[in-house]
């Protein structure tokens, strides 16, 4: 298996999406707590400024995108540049299905280990990535099923 370097657009693309989907919901739902009981959100919340469920994905999603370039960079030595500055707003197109969003948070998941196993994020990112992952994965298994089905109740 080798480690496929991620596009920073796709990335954020994603985070924009997520950010969307939870300013179009009504009240808080519960992935949004989930994510707010991980340990980064507690730590972060705790010694820091009060950070919107929106930005604190978008922070997971970069590190996340961070970490893929530093995997890339130690299976490869390709002496890739990891460009800080960056604007997380610079996309106009936002448009990401759900299916699209699945695979790119899932291509991120694997891509942040080399092929020797080793993981260049911290385990607290890991645990909301995975997060973000199973709720992608959740609204890809039951895209298809009817509201009245069994698996949806």
């Known amino acids: 298996m080798s480690v496929l370097l991620k596009n920073y657009e796709d990335v954020n693309k994603l985070g924009l999406k997520i950010c969307r989907e939870i300013n179009t919901s009504v009240g808080e739902t519960h992935w949004e707590m989930t994510l707010k009981e991980t340990k980064m959100y507690k730590s972060l919340t705790e010694y820091g400024p009060k950070v919107s469920t929106g930005e604190f994905v978008r922070r997971a999603l970069w590190y996340s995108w961070v ?66 992952y199973k709720y992608f994965k959740m609204v890809d298994e039951y895209k298809d099923k009817p509201l009245d089905s069994e698996l949806v109740k």
């Open 67 to 132: 970490a893929n370039k530093v995997a890339y960079e130690m299976q490869y030595r390709q002496n890739i540049a990891i460009d800080f500055d960056k604007d997380h707003t610079d996309i106009y197109n936002d448009d990401m299905s759900d299916e699209e969003a699945y695979n790119v948070v899932g291509s991120l998941r694997y891509n942040i280990y080399t092929n020797a196993g080793n993981c260049f994020l911290q385990d607290d990112w890991v645990e909301v990535l995975d997060l973000i």
